[in-house]
């Protein structure tokens, strides 16, 4: 045998001694663990399989042997964190191109810059994996839209930035909440990518064929949010200091706070997952000892009774090595009550903790002759009947999830928009009509929120009309509040009531004139969108017949049936005045409330003689959002949709000309990008 042969002879034979040292080493182990746990092996013959997968039945204390260096309580807690500020910068739009078409022998190209791609939302989608707020950045910034190219050429819209937060967490803006997600899978739209800029194809126009304007893309929406985790674990250990809290968290989950023979050992709440076969999952938080006055804000005091109220079910842990354990349960409800009277009634279970201390079997008889409750001995520090504990916690779990489902019951409902003869109803849907099909096409989007709305035609709807809900109210409050101007009136030349399909723009025209603040009254309208399929009348027309009916005299009132739109309402009236030469330089015009702010901006720019002495009011009926639906003009998702749209006319007519530009302010474009994600779609 050469030397080389000789060398590996010997490697092979050293590595099959370190196999065999490592096996051996394996086995001791297992005989170990066998010992303590009740077998590895035997679980495989016995039908007693465990139900849970914790991977620490072994005591608790055996761990601290390890190597490892223990954590400090501060670095612990680091592992569970129950609020955050973010600060949130939603991508920009992509700017718009200025180019023009180029080809051999055609020297006159027309404008093909292409429109910028839009930013990217930042949006907070609830994770139920994720179960603290640890893992939740300080500061997001979304992806920028691209830019618009040559030849048409749109650029690309950037996709969404996700942060991943728990079941429960509490959205908040200046100590307002905005969100409060409490659904596996539920986003929130937290900031809201910059619309891409337009390329100057868009400026092409039959009196600019060379357009040479491109706009930069919007900023996106930049906010600060603070995020709150509403529900903290399900269950929470309480107990006074030292009863063995931490001690058991560790011997039923994953978690490692800090154990130690002294008193507040734990500083911070931790939180355990206790893991089930099923792949179920409880949060159990280990909360800081209380003492007797933690009411009174006397130990750790009251910061961690607060704890305690956000946990769905409470384990009371006792210390039954200690004379007349039953004292300590009821100073502890005592506490919980004081409190927040009520808390120690949560569903509950009494854990008996250090079993293996000698008087403590004695002092549980005696316990449970005190208490009508259930109550689980155990040894936190032996693992003995951690089993129960476990199997108890998750029938505790089973019974806040029924009560969680029963409770809501509303939330289960799917919304939807039922469109018939040109009316729109909000629907709502229970679970149990996904299968209703007699004979109807029923199609619900379950993920409504980001998907937009469904359509559903010809079923028995009328039992599933209902209200909408808060949020639409809200943000449908705050975008009629942005386009009502609410100018208060001065005496004017003339009054101009725009036609429409509301007559109480009518009636609101004639009383301003009987209440003498112009000399004339002037109806401007032929038939409109509105108007088309429901009148046969110009809209002038049907409003005249209101005024006369309300005493306005014929002779004041001038009329105009040819305007088929605001532009043309403000472009006429002027013809008609001018031509009965009738003085105009202060006016009042009228229309619904939430076009006022449309009609003043496209007063502005269509009212040909705009010197320094032109004085104009936009008024409308005296209603707020909650009296303007009715039978003739529609429901408030009809309002909704009508006020997206017009929001959508301030925002792009400028560029047509149409109107003068109007500053929206955020408040508005947040309530706009709100609605249509709800579904509404601007008419
Ligand atoms: N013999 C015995 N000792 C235990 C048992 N459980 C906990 N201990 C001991 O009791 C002491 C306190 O345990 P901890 O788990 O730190 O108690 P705690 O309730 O978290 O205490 P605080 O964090 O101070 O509120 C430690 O020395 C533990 O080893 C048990 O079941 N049997
Ligand atoms: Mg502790």
Redesign the pocket.
């Given at each position: 045998m050469n030397h080389f042969a000789m060398l590996t002879t010997f490697a092979k034979v050293q590595t099959r001694i370190r196999l065999v040292q490592e096996m051996i080493r394996i086995f001791a182990n297992v005989k170990l663990t066998n010992k303590l746990t009740g077998s590895w092996l035997a679980t495989r013959e016995t039908p007693l399989i465990r139900t849970v997968a914790t991977s620490c039945l072994v005591?608790?204390?055996s761990r601290e042997i390890s190597q490892k260096k223990e954590l400090s309580e501060k670095k612990l807690t680091r592992h569970f964190v129950d609020h955050r500020n973010v600060k949130l910068q939603a991508g920009a739009g992509g700017k718009g191109a200025c180019t023009f078409h180029s080809e051999p022998r055609k020297e006159w190209g027309g404008p093909d810059g292409g429109n910028g791609g839009d930013g990217g939302n930042i949006i907070i989608k609830v994770d139920r994996q994720v179960k603290s707020l640890a893992q939740v950045d300080p500061v997001y910034k979304g992806e920028d839209g691209d830019s618009g190219g040559s030849k048409n050429c749109y650029g690309r819209n950037a996709g969404s930035t996700y942060i991943a937060v728990p079941l429960g967490t509490v959205v908040k803006e200046q100590g307002n909440t905005v969100a409060d997600l409490s659904q596996h899978g539920q986003e929130y739209v937290a900031a809201f990518g910059g619309a891409g800029g337009k390329g100057n194809r868009f400026f092409l126009s039959n009196e600019n064929r060379a357009p040479m304007t491109a706009t930069p893309g919007e900023r996106g929406q930049e906010r600060v949010l603070h995020l709150e985790l509403r529900t903290m674990a399900h269950a929470g250990?309480v107990?006074?200091?030292?009863?063995?809290?931490?001690?058991?968290?560790?011997a039923i989950s994953n978690a490692r706070?800090?154990?130690?023979?002294?008193?507040?050992?734990?500083?911070n709440p931790h939180v355990g997952i206790v893991k089930y076969r099923d792949h179920e999952q409880v949060a159990v938080a280990?909360?800081?000892?209380?003492i007797r006055g933690a009411h009174l804000n006397r130990g750790l005091g009251i910061s961690f009774l607060r704890h305690i109220e956000r946990c769905r079910f409470l384990l009371f842990?006792l210390?039954l090595?200690t004379p007349e354990p039953w004292t300590q349960l009821q100073y502890l409800r005592y506490e919980l009550d004081q409190y927040e009277s009520g808390l120690s009634l949560r569903p509950h279970a009494i854990v008996a903790?250090?079993?293996?201390?000698p008087g403590s079997k004695a002092n549980l008889e005696a316990l449970r002759s005190h208490v009508d409750h259930r109550v689980i001995p155990?040894?936190?520090?032996?693992g003995?009947n951690t089993e129960e504990l476990i199997l108890h916690l998750r029938e505790l779990y089973d019974g806040y999830l029924q009560t969680e489902i029963q409770g809501s019951g509303e939330d289960k409902l799917i919304r939807c928009f039922l469109v018939k003869k040109n009316c729109v109803f909000e629907l709502a849907f229970d679970l149990c009509c996904w299968d209703h099909t007699d004979g109807c096409l029923l199609c619900v989007v379950a993920d409504w929120t980001s998907k937009g709305c469904a359509y559903c035609w010809d079923t028995c709807w009328c039992q599933h009309v209902r209200r909408m809900d808060n949020e639409s109210d809200k943000w449908a409050g705050v975008l009629w509040e942005y386009l009502c101007l609410h100018q208060p009136l001065e005496k004017s030349d003339v009054i101009i009531g725009l036609g429409c399909h509301d007559v109480r723009v009518a009636e609101r025209s004639a009383a301003l004139f009987l209440e003498g603040w112009a000399p004339w009254l002037l109806f401007t309208g032929y038939l409109g969108k509105q108007t088309a399929d429901v009148w046969t009348r110009p809209e002038a027309d049907v409003f005249l017949d209101v005024a006369l009916k309300m005493g306005v005299p014929r002779e004041n009132i001038l009329l105009e049936t040819k305007a088929t739109n605001t532009g043309e309402n403000i472009c006429f009236s002027y013809r008609i005045l001018k031509e009965n030469n009738i003085p105009a330089r202060k006016l009042i015009l009228v229309q619904q409330p939430f076009m006022e702010r449309r009609v003043f901006a496209t007063f502005l720019r269509q009212w040909p003689d705009q010197g320094d002495n032109m004085h104009t009011i936009v008024t409308s009926p005296e209603i707020g959002i909650s009296g303007y639906p009715n039978p003739t003009v529609g429901t408030t998702a009809d309002l909704i949709m009508r006020m997206l749209g017009v929001l959508e006319r301030i925002r792009d007519y400028p560029q047509k000309g149409f109107q003068v530009e109007q500053e929206i302010t955020h408040s508005a474009l947040t309530a706009y990008h709100w609605l249509l994600q709800a579904g509404y779609i601007p008419k």
């Amino acid at each position: 045998m050469n030397h080389f042969a000789m060398l590996t002879t010997f490697a092979k034979v050293q590595t099959r001694i370190r196999l065999v040292q490592e096996m051996i080493r394996i086995f001791a182990n297992v005989k170990l663990t066998n010992k303590l746990t009740g077998s590895w092996l035997a679980t495989r013959e016995t039908p007693l399989i465990r139900t849970v997968a914790t991977s620490c039945l072994v005591c608790a204390k055996s761990r601290e042997i390890s190597q490892k260096k223990e954590l400090s309580e501060k670095k612990l807690t680091r592992h569970f964190v129950d609020h955050r500020n973010v600060k949130l910068q939603a991508g920009a739009g992509g700017k718009g191109a200025c180019t023009f078409h180029s080809e051999p022998r055609k020297e006159w190209g027309g404008p093909d810059g292409g429109n910028g791609g839009d930013g990217g939302n930042i949006i907070i989608k609830v994770d139920r994996q994720v179960k603290s707020l640890a893992q939740v950045d300080p500061v997001y910034k979304g992806e920028d839209g691209d830019s618009g190219g040559s030849k048409n050429c749109y650029g690309r819209n950037a996709g969404s930035t996700y942060i991943a937060v728990p079941l429960g967490t509490v959205v908040k803006e200046q100590g307002n909440t905005v969100a409060d997600l409490s659904q596996h899978g539920q986003e929130y739209v937290a900031a809201f990518g910059g619309a891409g800029g337009k390329g100057n194809r868009f400026f092409l126009s039959n009196e600019n064929r060379a357009p040479m304007t491109a706009t930069p893309g919007e900023r996106g929406q930049e906010r600060v949010l603070h995020l709150e985790l509403r529900t903290m674990a399900h269950a929470g250990l309480v107990g006074f200091p030292n009863a063995g809290k931490s001690s058991l968290l560790r011997a039923i989950s994953n978690a490692r706070p800090a154990v130690a023979a002294y008193p507040f050992t734990t500083l911070n709440p931790h939180v355990g997952i206790v893991k089930y076969r099923d792949h179920e999952q409880v949060a159990v938080a280990d909360i800081p000892g209380i003492i007797r006055g933690a009411h009174l804000n006397r130990g750790l005091g009251i910061s961690f009774l607060r704890h305690i109220e956000r946990c769905r079910f409470l384990l009371f842990v006792l210390d039954l090595s200690t004379p007349e354990p039953w004292t300590q349960l009821q100073y502890l409800r005592y506490e919980l009550d004081q409190y927040e009277s009520g808390l120690s009634l949560r569903p509950h279970a009494i854990v008996a903790n250090k079993m293996d201390l000698p008087g403590s079997k004695a002092n549980l008889e005696a316990l449970r002759s005190h208490v009508d409750h259930r109550v689980i001995p155990v040894s936190a520090l032996t693992g003995q009947n951690t089993e129960e504990l476990i199997l108890h916690l998750r029938e505790l779990y089973d019974g806040y999830l029924q009560t969680e489902i029963q409770g809501s019951g509303e939330d289960k409902l799917i919304r939807c928009f039922l469109v018939k003869k040109n009316c729109v109803f909000e629907l709502a849907f229970d679970l149990c009509c996904w299968d209703h099909t007699d004979g109807c096409l029923l199609c619900v989007v379950a993920d409504w929120t980001s998907k937009g709305c469904a359509y559903c035609w010809d079923t028995c709807w009328c039992q599933h009309v209902r209200r909408m809900d808060n949020e639409s109210d809200k943000w449908a409050g705050v975008l009629w509040e942005y386009l009502c101007l609410h100018q208060p009136l001065e005496k004017s030349d003339v009054i101009i009531g725009l036609g429409c399909h509301d007559v109480r723009v009518a009636e609101r025209s004639a009383a301003l004139f009987l209440e003498g603040w112009a000399p004339w009254l002037l109806f401007t309208g032929y038939l409109g969108k509105q108007t088309a399929d429901v009148w046969t009348r110009p809209e002038a027309d049907v409003f005249l017949d209101v005024a006369l009916k309300m005493g306005v005299p014929r002779e004041n009132i001038l009329l105009e049936t040819k305007a088929t739109n605001t532009g043309e309402n403000i472009c006429f009236s002027y013809r008609i005045l001018k031509e009965n030469n009738i003085p105009a330089r202060k006016l009042i015009l009228v229309q619904q409330p939430f076009m006022e702010r449309r009609v003043f901006a496209t007063f502005l720019r269509q009212w040909p003689d705009q010197g320094d002495n032109m004085h104009t009011i936009v008024t409308s009926p005296e209603i707020g959002i909650s009296g303007y639906p009715n039978p003739t003009v529609g429901t408030t998702a009809d309002l909704i949709m009508r006020m997206l749209g017009v929001l959508e006319r301030i925002r792009d007519y400028p560029q047509k000309g149409f109107q003068v530009e109007q500053e929206i302010t955020h408040s508005a474009l947040t309530a706009y990008h709100w609605l249509l994600q709800a579904g509404y779609i601007p008419k």
